[in-house]
């Protein structure tokens, strides 16, 4: 990691008590801004909707700092929305979420010092010839920092935001009420379900510990495979609020854009490749495509896998149901198709025959790609946009709303991610050969 940017700087509060009263104000905010616009939409003899007074310009512009500035659940459960539902949600609400999705602000240095402490104890200097104070890299969780081993080797250090991890079931329900508050949230659309993976998702990925063996875990499961790199963890300088890991040069993926053709199609193939083993070989997953989670090291060619909180174990029966609906789109059985939707729950049940035309001419668009003789061009295709149109269709069909089961969610987020990515690099990949050989 060569990149560091620079980020916005504010202490993140720390506590259920401060967290809350942070959501607290933002909802006092808001009220007085609904009020103030209300009365002046009254005045000019307009009935205004909740949901018109709440998504004002400075609401938005205030709803969005705050979550971001409070990092942890709050900001991740925006992200979740935003990924999960978003072509289902008003442009407003749409528009937050997005900014929520760009990035965190870091914690200024004196909290810095005292999360170290908290970490490592307050000799925690014995541990580090240096320690960049500079951030390589925040997220919603925690930030990361380089530093050097007292002899001389490389780290790239993770710590958790203070009191993150215990107030994620708080800021998710005092989040979650603001959002139903707001009336911004369809209401045909049960938020159970994302709560509970988001809740799922956020304690897991605050486990450092879990991380750490997922890390090395990932790292034994590709030790023979040259495409990749897993930093190798650092034990002896992880600790429950602290991952520590070997530092590893890079760039980010995102400059594989620029590389020879031949370059950039290997890398996303290799990807590819990767999340299917991922599914049908490995059964385990690392389910988070943010771009920044892969980079590229243009010496070696190899691609940096990184950030395993978001790694989830994938159920045989689960494995064994996507199988059954690769080889049936490869058959272009839609009868198969159809059943192997339902099995993995990606259908509501008892829809009508129409309805069943419309989401299985969805999937042949993307099942057409899978029978195609021919190398996938992501950049020169119009696939993304013929299924966000026909799924724009279905958002003007309230009783085709739906929600996947949140044990699928991680993988349709890691695939569109990986879709995205390919499309952002304009490769060219034997997306058929690869599926076949899984099939």
Known sequence: MTDQPDFPVRAVPSGRFARAQ??????????????MSGAAALLKGQRPRLSDLVMTPRNVAR??????????????????????????????????????????????????????????????????????????????????????????????????YPGV???????LDNVAA??????????????????????????????????????????????????????AHD??????????????????????????????????????????KELFTFRVMQTDPNFANYRWNPETG????????????????????????????LANDRAAILAALARIGFIKPDLNARHHAVILDMAEMGFAVLRGPKPFDFRDNDLA???????????????LWHLPPPETLFLQRKIGGLYLLATRLGARVDVAALVRRFA
Not at 165 to 171: N, Q
Not at 201 to 226: I, K, M, S
Not at 385 to 399: K, N, Q, S
């Open 178 to 231: 603001l959002i139903r508050w707001s009336g911004l949230w369809p209401r045909e659309l049960d938020l159970a379900p994302l709560l509970a993976e988001a809740r799922a998702q956020l304690h897991e990925e605050a486990d450092y510990d879990r991380e750490g063996a997922a890390l090395v875990r990932f790292g034994t499961l590709l030790a023979d495979d040259p495409r990749f790199v897993v930093p």
């Open 63 to 160: 709803l969005t700092a705050r979550l971001s500035e409070m990092r942890g659940a709050a900001m991740k459960l925006g992200q979740l929305l935003s990924m999960e539902a978003g072509e289902l949600l008003s442009p407003e609400l749409e528009a937050v979420l997005a900014r929520l999705r760009a990035g965190a602000h870091v914690m200024p240095p004196a909290q810095l010092k005292t999360v170290l402490a908290d970490s490592y104890g307050t000799d925690f200097r014995t541990l580090f010839r240096s320690f960049d104070t500079r951030p390589l890299a925040a997220a919603s969780i925690g930030q990361v920092h380089r530093a050097l081993t007292p002899d001389g080797q490389p780290l790239a250090v993770k710590l958790q």
């Open 385 to 399: 946009d013929r299924l966000r149109a026909r799924g724009m269709e279905i958002g003007g069909e309230r009783e």
């Open 302 to 329: 190899q691609i940096l896998l990184l950030d395993f909180g978001a790694t989830r174990e994938i159920s045989l029966e689960m494995s064994v149901a996507y199988r059954a609906l690769l080889r049936a789109g």
């Open 165 to 171: 991890r215990a107030a994620i079931d708080s800021d």
């Open 235 to 276: 034990a002896h300088r992880s600790r429950p609020n602290a991952l520590a890991m070997g530092f590893v040069a890079s760039e980010p993926i995102e400059r594989l854009a620029d590389a020879p053709p031949a370059i950039r199609d290997a890398a996303v193939a290799a990807l590819i490749e990767l999340c299917l």
């Open 22 to 35: 942070h959501i607290g104000g933002l909802a006092t905010g808001l009220v007085g801004g609904i009020a």
